[in-house]
């Protein structure tokens, strides 16, 4: 990004972004990213900076992708990384995503929690190790079940603080992609009020530990028509809905309309 979305001296920033995960193979990636630009070049708007759009496929897309992206508002994204460079098969280092374009990397993921055993501590040096190598940690945070927005807050604050190991000056680099863990994959997005009043609640914790501009956008079955609903949000981190490219172009106008409105 041309500056940071949570630095004191940039204008407000909305991030809309979307992941593949594991649906498309990689001729349908290409041909979905094709797309994807085209409904980025054909809003020029997007070029002022104060929406910013990134994509995020699979690994071996990824060089093709930085290709066909390139020159484009459309910010490049990686799904996973590794945390640090060395022995370790099968993953992939950070500073590698760094060569190949990407400048943000998902971490943290309620699945790779889930499936993949990946537990606060390792999620922590994955934080750290993409902050390194100059990328943007897309922090997945998010509470298991359904409860009080307080409660919630709580717990998401909490995994912000465990995956920064409590440096507040890493947490300056994050995006915090809050994904409450009932909503991914359900039928519906989590309700409006209540992802709102769950991030209000954040912020306020969160400017008490000196981020109270740290970027917090919304993932879990997110699709158009969500955004101009919420409130105290920093944007829409999408899923399956966005796999139909003029949905990720309808989430855009709605940005496109709200940036509109904000000072700056």
Same mark, same amino acid.
């Given at each position: 990004?041309?500056?940071?979305?949570?630095?004191?001296?940039?204008?407000?920033?909305?991030?809309?972004?979307?992941?593949?995960?594991?649906?498309?193979?990689?001729?349908?990636?290409?041909?979905?990213?094709?797309?994807?630009?085209?409904?980025?070049?054909?809003?020029?708007?997007?070029?002022?900076?104060?929406?910013?759009?990134?994509?995020?496929?699979?690994?071996?897309?990824?060089?093709?992708?930085?290709?066909?992206?390139?020159?484009?508002?459309?910010?490049?994204?990686?799904?996973?990384?590794?945390?640090?460079?060395?022995?370790?098969?099968?993953?992939?280092?950070?500073?590698?995503?760094?060569?190949?374009?990407?400048?943000?990397?998902? =971490? %943290?993921? /309620? #699945?790779?929690?889930?499936?993949?055993?990946?537990? *606060?501590?390792?999620?922590? &040096?994955?934080? @750290?190790? !993409?902050?390194?190598?100059?990328?943007?940690?897309?922090?997945?945070?998010?509470?298991?079940?359904?409860?009080?927005?307080?409660?919630?807050?709580?717990?998401?604050?909490?995994?912000?603080?465990?995956?920064?190991?409590?440096?507040?000056?890493?947490?300056?680099?994050?995006?915090?992609?809050?994904?409450?863990?009932?909503? =991914? %994959?359900? /039928? #519906?997005?989590?309700?409006?009020?209540?992802?709102? *009043?769950?991030?209000?609640? &954040?912020?306020? @914790?969160? !400017?008490?530990?000196?981020?109270?501009?740290?970027?917090?956008?919304?993932?879990?079955?997110?699709?158009?028509?969500?955004?101009?609903?919420?409130?105290?949000?920093?944007?829409?981190?999408?899923?399956?809905?966005?796999?139909?490219?003029?949905?990720?172009?309808?989430?855009?106008?709605?940005?496109?309309?709200?940036?509109?409105?904000?000072?700056?």
């Amino acid at each position: 990004m041309q500056q940071q979305p949570n630095s004191p001296s940039s204008v407000p920033v909305t991030l809309v972004g979307v992941s593949t995960k594991m649906y498309l193979g990689y001729r349908d990636s290409l041909d979905w990213l094709a797309q994807l630009r085209h409904e980025v070049d054909a809003r020029p708007a997007l070029a002022a900076g104060r929406v910013v759009p990134f994509v995020i496929p699979s690994f071996p897309v990824l060089p093709a992708a930085a290709e066909l992206l390139a020159g484009s508002p459309l910010l490049l994204g990686a799904q996973n990384c590794g945390w640090a460079d060395g022995p370790w098969t099968g993953e992939v280092a950070p500073s590698m995503l760094a060569e190949l374009g990407v400048r943000f990397v998902e =971490i %943290g993921h /309620a #699945e790779r929690r889930r499936h993949f055993g990946e537990d *606060d501590a390792m999620v922590a &040096l994955k934080t @750290r190790a !993409a902050g390194d190598a100059g990328l943007t940690p897309l922090l997945c945070v998010g509470e298991t079940g359904r409860g009080l927005a307080a409660a919630a807050a709580d717990h998401v604050y909490g995994q912000i603080e465990s995956a920064v190991d409590g440096d507040w000056n890493l947490a300056r680099r994050l995006v915090v992609a809050y994904e409450p863990v009932w909503a =991914i %994959g359900a /039928a #519906e997005p989590a309700g409006a009020d209540y992802v709102s *009043d769950v991030v209000r609640r &954040l912020r306020d @914790r969160l !400017a008490v530990a000196g981020v109270p501009e740290l970027p917090v956008i919304y993932g879990g079955s997110a699709k158009p028509g969500l955004l101009p609903a919420l409130d105290a949000v920093s944007g829409l981190f999408l899923g399956r809905f966005a796999h139909d490219p003029a949905n990720f172009g309808r989430v855009l106008d709605e940005a496109l309309l709200l940036a509109d409105r904000l000072p700056g």
